[in-house]
Nanobody, 120 residues
């Protein structure tokens, strides 16, 4: 079993900052990618940022220059620093991880989500 737990969401005014954290735990042999997705009401879940084990990073176009994804591989954590927040960033943010467990099975899991609300 692999679990992902997010923290750090909340409410902030436009222009403010928040930092999301996510910790992966359980039967994890290796992690190939960690990511952040978000889902706004009435919209599909979309990729916000992802980092691969080799270090490659990708961002959704609208967050480039404002959001920064980083990891602490030793603690199996991923972070999302969000600056210059806009009302359109309001969504539930989900942490995702893909890797291999100790039985050598591939896993892909989501956290429970954390609400980010940006007011104008």
């Amino acid at each position: 079993q692999v679990q992902l737990v997010e923290s750090g969401g909340g409410s902030v005014q436009a222009g403010g900052s928040l930092r999301l954290s996510c910790t992966a735990s359980g039967s994890i042999f290796s992690i190939d990618a960690m990511s952040w997705y978000r889902q706004a009401p009435g919209k599909q879940r979309e990729l916000v940022a992802a980092v691969l084990r080799g270090g490659d990073i990708t961002y959704e176009e609208s967050v480039k220059g404002r959001f920064t994804i980083s990891t602490d591989s030793a603690r199996k954590m991923v972070f999302l620093q969000m600056n210059s927040l806009k009302p359109e960033d309001t969504a539930v943010y989900y942490c995702g991880a893909r890797g291999t467990d100790y039985s050598k099975a591939v896993f892909a899991h989501w956290g429970q989500g954390t609400q980010v609300t940006v007011s104008s």
